[in-house]
């Protein structure tokens, strides 16, 4: 009897789960195409193919929603990085990767249609979970390289300074925001800036003389 109830339980909440889901889903295709302040809770119900009401039971707001969506954009990208600096490989290789996939991640964002005004709403509902992200990346930059010093892949690079050198030298490529004068940032340009760092950590360390 009690594993059944347990079982039915679970069941609900499965349930409950993809139903949340699907309102998210809907949700950010609606703020994707119109924004948020032109999306109604009537539409994303609309979309989602649920009443109005259902909504409110998961999302007492379009902000609840926008932090859901934030929240669950972090969580995956975050599971890329993490992918990527696990994977086997040298960390020359790793690093390229890497900033590849931070460079297509901004890119599919300041594509979308409606990003201005999500970026302002984020930055106004969770300002912090920009900078935890902008963190992040750092910190991952500087485990791949400690790795290339380790291995002797990057034998000259210094990771607590260089991973910061990096970092700022490729934020151009990383705007949320097209240069309306230069124009969309260049993948091929940003990677020849990174093939540079990595050709001068590859060249061998110099021994200080005693």
Known sequence: MTRSILEEVSRGEAKKDLKRQRILDAAKRRFGRLGLRATTMQDIAQEAGVA????????????ALMLAWVDEHRQL?????????????AADE??????????????????????????????????????????????????????????????????????????????????????????????ETMLRVVDWFISKWKSPRLKSRS
């Open 52 to 63: 109005v009401g259902t909504i409110y039971q998961f999302f007492p707001d379009k902000d």
């Open 77 to 89: 990208i975050r599971a890329q990085w993490e992918d990527v600096v696990g994977r086997r490989g």
């Open 94 to 187: 790793k690093l390229r990767e890497f900033i590849r996939l931070r460079f297509h991640t901004v890119r599919a964002v300041r594509e979308e249609p409606a990003i201005s005004e999500i970026t302002r709403v984020v930055l106004r509902l969770a300002p912090e979970s920009i900078a935890e992200m902008t963190k992040m990346a750092r910190g991952y930059i500087r485990t791949i390289l400690e790795e290339g010093r380790r291995t002797g892949c990057l034998p000259s690079v210094n990771p607590a300074k260089d991973s910061d050198i990096l970092f700022h030298a490729l934020s151009g490529f990383f705007s949320s925001v097209e240069d309306p004068v230069a124009g969309p940032p260049s993948e």
